[in-house]
């Protein structure tokens, strides 16, 4: 299979909101479902802001989209409360959202695949350390971070406008 990640560019957002919409109808009622909800999360408009500022990235499978992610220095500011290993101020870390990959190409490691080209995005950067959140009871997702080598913080109540005001396991890669 041939593998390329590429930066969005804005003139692809409406392809990029496609994949995502496709995303969540491919996963709906398998283990590997984000419990995310069309026009919800990501919101179109958080997700024209990210292509738009250039920190949305995509791989593409022999030619089609099979996962995306954003990768920023935007966090909840919940994250502020988290007693992190690493004290870091936030232009310190970059924090990866709305990784997604698309039902037809699950359990085929290009999560993974788009883990590492992040963390490697953050060290070109000059960062100290790549931060996210995972929905709890989000299993695939914990297993694929803490395979990585992810190391899980905290459990904290954040709000996203999908799921409410619940828990999720916060994680750290801290770049050596």
Same mark, same amino acid.
């Given at each position: 299979? !041939?593998? =390329?990640?590429?930066?969005? /560019? ?7 909101? $496609? ?8 996963? =709906? *009622? ?15 408009? =958080?997700?024209? @802001? ?8 995509? &791989? ?6 099979? %996962? @995306?992610?954003? #990768? ?5 500011? =919940? ?7 690493? !004290? ?9 959202? +709305?990784?997604? #990959?698309?039902?037809?190409?699950? *359990?085929?490691?290009? @999560?993974?695949? +788009? ?5 490697? &995005? ?6 100290? %350390? #790549?931060? /996210? ?5 989000? /299993?695939?997702?914990?297993? /694929?971070?803490? *395979?990585?080598?992810?190391?899980? #913080? ?13 828990? $999720?396991? +916060? ?6």
């Amino acid at each position: 299979m !041939q593998l =390329e990640i590429k930066k969005a /560019l804005p003139e692809e957002y409406d392809k990029i909101l $496609f994949f995502y919409y496709s995303l969540i109808d491919s996963l =709906e *009622g398998t283990k590997y479902h984000p419990m995310w909800a069309k026009d919800i999360y990501p919101a179109p408009e =958080e997700l024209r @802001a990210v292509v738009e500022a250039g920190e949305l990235y995509y &791989l593409l499978a022999d030619g089609r989209i099979a %996962a @995306a992610m954003a #990768v920023n220095q935007k966090c909840n500011e =919940e994250y502020k409360e988290v007693q992190w290993p690493t !004290q870091l101020t936030q232009d310190e870390f970059m924090v990866i959202h +709305m990784l997604g #990959v698309h039902g037809d190409f699950a *359990g085929r490691g290009l @999560a993974k695949e +788009m883990v590492r080209f992040a963390i490697e &995005l953050a060290k070109t950067a000059g960062m100290k %350390a #790549v931060r /996210l959140d995972v929905l709890k009871g989000n /299993l695939p997702a914990e297993k /694929l971070y803490e *395979g990585i080598g992810f190391a899980h #913080v905290d459990t904290v109540k954040l709000f996203y406008e999908d799921t409410g005001r619940v828990d $999720f396991k +916060m994680y750290e890669y801290v770049i050596g």
